[in-house]
């Protein structure tokens, strides 16, 4: 069964850093592309990174390049968002993904003072 | 980057058939943006139930399909159930990065 889990997510203040993970099982982790996205308080779904199997290729949405950085350790079937230089409207749920199928649980980052 | 629109809203009747629409600011919608479609009730983690345009997670019930429709994607739901009530969000690729639309709540009713 394929599991995604992520983890790190908390209270910040704005212009902080916060690294979220995400603990993947149940498939060849290094074979996907894989996915955050993250949704506002009563918002939408918002795309925010993505990266290759190997990594060579990683995506951003605009509101975010030169801020977050999205990374992998395929031998630790993990994938991480650094984030840095936070803003109040980064607050949102972050959801890891496999798109095609699997859906992390989500977790809370909060940005305020 | 692109804009991706959705209808705000819909309704259908228990039973009945509906087409939810995803259409992109930079030109018609074709298989190489890849769509997705997303399934979302409220305090929980949205579910994939469409991607590439067509293929079905394998949760994907039967009463719905995706395609290409008049220069958008085109999520159809046939045979409306109560549980179908939720918000629906389609995907599209851009060549790298990736564009949400704005999100159908779908209301049976």
């Known amino acids: 069964e394929v599991q995604l889990v992520e983890s790190g997510g908390g209270l910040v203040q704005p212009g902080g850093s916060l690294r979220l993970s995400c603990a993947a099982s149940?498939?060849?982790?290094?074979?996907?592309?894989m996915t955050w996205v993250r949704q506002a308080p009563g918002k939408g779904l918002e795309w925010v990174a993505n990266?290759?199997?190997?990594?060579?290729?990683?995506y951003y949405v605009d509101s975010v390049k030169g801020r977050f950085t999205i990374s992998r350790d395929n031998a630790k079937n993990s994938l991480y968002l650094h984030m840095n230089s936070l803003r109040a409207e980064d607050t949102a749920v972050y959801y890891c993904a496999r798109l095609t199928d699997s859906w992390g649980q989500g977790t809370l980052v909060t940005v305020s003072s | 980057q692109a804009v991706v629109t959705q209808e705000p809203s819909l309704t259908v009747s228990p039973g009945g058939t509906v087409t939810l629409t995803c259409d992109s600011s930079?030109?018609?919608?074709?298989?190489?943006?890849?769509p997705y479609w997303f399934q979302q009730k409220p305090g929980q983690a949205p579910r994939t139930l469409i991607y590439?345009?067509?293929n079905k997670d394998s949760w994907t019930p039967a009463r719905f399909s995706g395609s290409l429709l008049g220069g958008k994607a085109a999520l159809t739901l046939s045979g409306a159930q109560p549980e179908d009530e939720a918000e629906y969000y389609c995907?599209?690729?851009?060549?790298?990065?990736?564009?949400f639309g704005g999100g159908t709540k779908l209301t049976v009713l």
């Open positions: 149940g498939f060849t982790f290094s074979s996907y592309w």
């Open positions: 990266i290759k199997q190997e990594g060579s290729e990683k």
């Open positions: 995907l599209l690729s851009y060549s790298g990065p990736w564009v």
């Open positions: 930079t030109g018609g919608v074709t298989s190489d943006h890849y």
């Open positions: 590439d345009t067509s």
